[in-house]
């Protein structure tokens, strides 16, 4: 199985703020067929469904603020909130879709300081 | 509008048996690939199974195989998840979700959530 790493666990930041959270895949998860990055990017606010905000990690889904941006290929990967909004207050979740078993990071829990 | 309806979860004691249902409107269910994912209390989201838009092909992950059969009726436009022997482990939110296609392509990316059926097992 893929083990997606997330880092931190948490972060507390100021309004306006930058907000860049980390993932590491235990194997690359660039499939050489198209040359995409099988990593997603969701937001979970409290009490409801995971929502996708990223894909091809890099690649915004409809609708999603373009303050919200993703970066990294192979191994590594970077969610960037340009400024932090009050709505963004949220867990993230990284996700690889290379291969079954789809597996998920841990999260971060990002809180306004 | 894609909408995703979950229902069936309850409090249900170790080795007990539980259906959980998903109903899905606004899309053509049946060209889709369909996953659940599930949440722990307080924990992280785990994948659980996928099945193939016509309902021939199952995907599960190691700690429900055998355990858990997913099924769909396009006709009904529903999924299905049979969790048998069921584990303390087990408990947590299940959400249904559609995976994302572009391009004329499907992947395991999960575009539209429903809101999530609460299974609790314990004595």
């Known amino acids: 199985d893929i083990v997606m790493t997330q880092s931190p666990d948490s972060l507390g930041v100021s309004l306006g703020e930058r907000v860049s959270i980390n993932c590491k895949s235990s194997?690359?998860?660039?499939?050489?067929?198209?040359?995409?990055?099988?990593l997603a990017w969701y937001q979970q606010n409290p009490g409801q469904p995971p929502k996708l905000l990223i894909y091809?990690?890099?690649t915004r889904e409809s609708g999603v603020p373009d303050r919200f941006s993703g970066s990294g290929s192979g191994t590594d990967f970077t969610l960037s909130i340009s400024s932090l909004q009050a709505e963004d207050v949220a867990v993230y979740y990284c996700?690889?879709?290379?291969?079954?078993?789809?597996?998920f990071g841990g999260g971060t829990k990002v809180e306004i300081k | 509008e894609v909408q995703l309806v979950e229902s069936g979860g309850d409090l249900i004691q170790p080795g007990g048996s539980l259906r959980l249902s998903c109903v899905a409107s606004?899309?053509?269910?049946?060209?889709?690939?369909m996953h659940w994912v599930r949440q722990g209390p307080g924990k992280g989201l785990v994948w659980v199974a996928r099945v193939s838009s016509d309902g021939s092909s199952t995907t599960y992950a190691d700690s429900v195989k055998g355990r858990f059969t997913f099924s769909r009726d396009n006709a009904k436009s529903t999924l299905y998840l049979q969790m048998n022997s069921l584990r303390a482990e087990d408990t947590a939110v299940y959400y249904c979700?559609?995976?994302?296609?572009?391009?004329?392509?499907?992947?395991?990316?999960?575009?539209?959530w429903g809101q999530g059926t609460l299974v609790t097992v314990s004595s």
């Open positions: 194997q690359s998860v660039l499939h050489s067929s198209n040359n995409k990055n099988y």
């Open positions: 979700a559609r995976e994302f296609c572009t391009g004329g392509s499907c992947y395991g990316v999960f575009d539209y």
């Open positions: 091809w990690a890099s």
């Open positions: 606004g899309f053509t269910f049946s060209t889709y690939w």
């Open positions: 996700q690889q879709y290379y291969t079954t078993p789809l597996t």
